[in-house]
């Protein structure tokens, strides 16, 4: 018991500069409030920022523009009407020259679309969060999101983790930082996420603050410097 207070205590002093940042980080999540609660913009940030991308320098500024060309404008206001696109979309390419990652995100948005009228639910935030809360990582491969080009556990982890659910994905940061703070080792990405389960669960933190944590630590941007979106 001594040693989960002082891998509590670890944390803490590890993470103590980025932890009210990552609070912010975990309360949008965990209230379906990242990008002001749209949807679309959470689907997007998730495909884009599936192709191996700086999260912070790159994906961000890209969703934000994205937002600027299509959704503030009205041309884009629900996963209808981003499912109406294609990949090659002039507009969509200025913005990020990368049909792979826009395939993603039109596919994800017509898969959950259809979920949306399938379930009879009111909205697109509907259709994501209850999309994100009854399926599993365990079955990730079976699941019709996960099924998509593109979209592999990290993302749909990610995608999980911003419709509320509190997970946490298996990219090569968190797995490198939570082995070297807190000898959390595991033979694959499945068991990781267990892993992580067991650790938020001892330490008192949330899966989502322990990732959002590590992340704005280990993100080139100014120290001290953070915006939550």
Same mark, same amino acid.
């Given at each position: 018991?001594?040693?989960?207070? &002082?891998?509590?205590?670890?944390?803490?002093?590890?993470?103590?500069?980025?932890?009210?940042?990552?609070?912010?980080?975990?309360?949008?999540?965990?209230?379906?409030?990242?990008?002001?609660?749209?949807?679309?913009?959470?689907?997007?940030?998730? =495909?884009?920022? &599936?192709?191996?991308?700086?999260?912070?320098?790159? *994906?961000?500024?890209? *969703?934000?523009?994205?937002?600027? *060309?299509?959704?503030?404008?009205?041309?884009?206001?629900?996963?209808?009407?981003? =499912?109406?696109?294609?990949?090659?979309?002039?507009?969509?390419?200025? #913005?990020?020259?990368?049909?792979? =990652?826009?395939?993603?995100?039109?596919?994800?948005?017509?898969?959950?679309?259809?979920?949306?009228?399938?379930?009879?639910?009111? &909205?697109?935030?509907?259709?994501?969060?209850?999309?994100?809360?009854?399926? &599993?990582?365990?079955?990730?491969?079976?699941?019709?999101?996960?099924? #998509?080009?593109?979209?592999?556990?990290?993302?749909?982890?990610?995608?999980?983790?911003? =419709?509320?659910?509190?997970?946490?994905?298996?990219?090569?940061? #968190?797995?490198? *930082?939570?082995?070297?703070?807190?000898?959390?080792?595991?033979?694959?990405?499945?068991?990781?996420?267990?892993?992580?389960?067991?650790?938020?669960?001892?330490?008192?933190?949330?899966? #989502?603050?322990?990732?959002?944590?590590?992340?704005?630590?280990?993100?080139?941007?100014?120290?001290?410097?953070?915006?939550?979106?």
């Amino acid at each position: 018991m001594v040693g989960w207070f &002082s891998m509590r205590a670890r944390f803490e002093r590890r993470f103590g500069p980025v932890l009210e940042a990552a609070r912010e980080g975990e309360r949008r999540c965990l209230r379906c409030e990242r990008w002001g609660g749209d949807p679309v913009l959470m689907v997007v940030d998730a =495909a884009l920022d &599936s192709i191996g991308l700086s999260y912070f320098n790159i *994906v961000v500024p890209r *969703v934000r523009r994205f937002y600027e *060309v299509y959704v503030r404008d009205g041309r884009i206001r629900s996963f209808e009407d981003l =499912a109406g696109y294609r990949p090659d979309d002039r507009g969509l390419l200025e #913005i990020l020259n990368n049909r792979r =990652a826009w395939g993603t995100a039109i596919q994800v948005a017509d898969t959950l679309e259809r979920m949306r009228r399938e379930r009879g639910l009111r &909205s697109d935030l509907d259709a994501l969060c209850n999309w994100a809360h009854n399926t &599993s990582y365990l079955e990730w491969r079976n699941d019709p999101v996960g099924q #998509i080009k593109g979209v592999g556990l990290i993302t749909f982890q990610y995608l999980r983790m911003q =419709a509320g659910v509190d997970t946490s994905m298996p990219d090569k940061i #968190i797995k490198r *930082v939570v082995e070297r703070e807190f000898g959390v080792r595991a033979p694959d990405d499945l068991s990781f996420i267990r892993e992580m389960e067991e650790l938020s669960r001892r330490i008192g933190y949330s899966q #989502i603050l322990i990732c959002w944590a590590i992340w704005l630590r280990e993100s080139d941007m100014g120290r001290g410097e953070w915006e939550i979106v």
